[in-house]
Every structure is written in C-alpha cells, then in structure tokens.
C-alpha cells in the first residue's frame, strides 16, 4: 500500500499529482486527509503553478511574503496554509471565473458583477496602450469575434483620448474612453527616436511621507471630467519581461485616476497585462499584482 512508503517517499510520489488529484486522494481516509495537507507540498504546487494563472484579484492575491520567503525561514509557529492560499488563489477555484468562453469570460464576468449600470462607461488607459508593437485598441476595433463594435467615437479630448461603444454577445453594451498619455502624433515621433513622450495626462505635485518625497500626481481637467463620470478603469499595463517598468509611478498615475475626491471610491479597476505577441515573455499576473502594490488599493480590482 501506498502508505507503507517512508512519508518523503509519498511526498515525492504525490508532487507528482495534480492539486485536483490530491484532493481527491485526501478525501479516501483520514490518514490521506492529514497527508495531503503537507505545507511543503503545497508550496511547492504554489510556486510551480503561479507563473501560468491567467487572472488574480483583490481577494485571492496571495501574500508577497508566501513565495519570497524560504521554506526553511519560515518556523513551525508561522506556517502558511499553502493549501489553502492555493485553492483560493488558483484561478481554477474560484467560481466566479468559470465560463464557456474562458478568454474573455474572466474580464466580463469581474465588470458585470461588480457595475449594475445597463450600459456602462470605462476609461481605459496605461503604458500598454503605447509602447507594445501591437496595438490593443486597433485588435479590439477589428476582431468582431472578441468585441463587436457597436458605435463610432464619441468625443475627442484634445487628441488624447476618444469614445468607442462594444457590444458583448450581441446583447450587452459598454462604452470605452481610450486616454492615451499624448497626440498619436507625438507619440510616433516618441517610438521613431526611442524616447518617452511626455504625459500629458498627468501633472505632477510634490508631497512629502516623512523624511522622503512622494510621488504624486493629479490629472489634466478635461481627464477629470472623465474620471468624475465613468464607471470603471481599465488599465493597460506592459508585461513584456524584458522591458523596464516603473512600477511606482505607473502606481502614482492609477492612484490620480482612481482619485475618490473624482467619484465613488468602490469603482472596479481592471488591469490588462499585454504583451506585443505571444511569442514574447510575460511578466506573470500575480507579480505584475504585486509590482503594481494593488493591495494598497480599496476597490475591487482584478489582473
């Protein structure tokens, strides 16, 4: 029998399971039961299977600490549930996201549930719009397959942002407003010469946090306007690995975006994590949720 095994034995045998498998193996007896709980198995499951899990939000984001940590720092006393930060953290377990469109049926399923609006408004914004080769707003234009477009630009902000409506399933409308951070004008001259274009989205003020000066930003009026009237944000973000991010001003942007001094402070925030083709690396979901610092943020939000 598979218990007569030296107990490294069975655990070698069971990191070979799936989580799912393991499950079940735990439930046969009690002496399985106790077995599959092992902290370190599920660490070990934690730490392999989170570089592929698609989606991570505000209630399943495991702590930063789980996996920075060593195994062998971490004493008796302060042991994590790794199983259950798992079954609660792995995309697969959570209910909400279960659906006969997987690709698309964690982004729609997050917004309906949380914006009850029949036809609601999101701004859409971020440095994925901009420095990825390909572009995310002409891919939603034309692939009538993931989003069907369902009105023409609405308004024009001084050549940074505009309005398209999408119809979802034939039946359910939303409206985005795509701000982009200059004129598309200036924002070729910026890829022609490999330079940043400045923002002309934000304007930045000077706070200080103790002994050490804050980055703070506010936004332009006319993106005020916009913030004071949507229902959500989508954020756009650069995934691609071998780029370098500035985490803490992408922070201190989303921060002025999500200003609740602009409307109610339980706004939902999506994050789109983008790359230019799949054949490039990713920065996993659940690091660019902690590069990011979203659980400093007090609205729902999901990667």
Known sequence: ALNGFQIDVQLNIMSFLSPQDLCRLGSTSCYWRAAVQDPLLWRYFLLRDLPSWTSIDWKSLPDEEIFNKAFSEVSD????????????????????????????????????????????????????????????VQKMMTCPEILLVAGLPQRQIHGIGSGVSFQFNNNQKFNIVTLYSTTSVERRRAREEQAVAVNKMFYQESSTAGTQQAMHYSVIAQVRKVCEVVDGFIYVANAEAHRAHDRQEELARILAMIDPALGPPNRPLLVLSCVSDVGVKRIPCVYVAHQLQLNLLHQPWMV
């Not at 909400?96 to 009850?116: A, H, I, M």
């Not at 036809?119 to 901009?130: C, I, K, S, V, Y």
């Open 77 to 136: 006393n302060a042991l994590y549930d790794y199983m259950a930060v798992y079954k609660r953290s792995c995309p697969q377990g959570r209910r909400s996201l279960k659906s006969s469109r997987p690709r698309y049926g964690t982004v729609t399923s997050f917004l309906q549930s949380l914006v009850t609006q029949a036809e609601p408004r999101f701004a859409m914004f971020g440095p994925g719009l901009e420095e990825l080769d390909n572009s995310l």
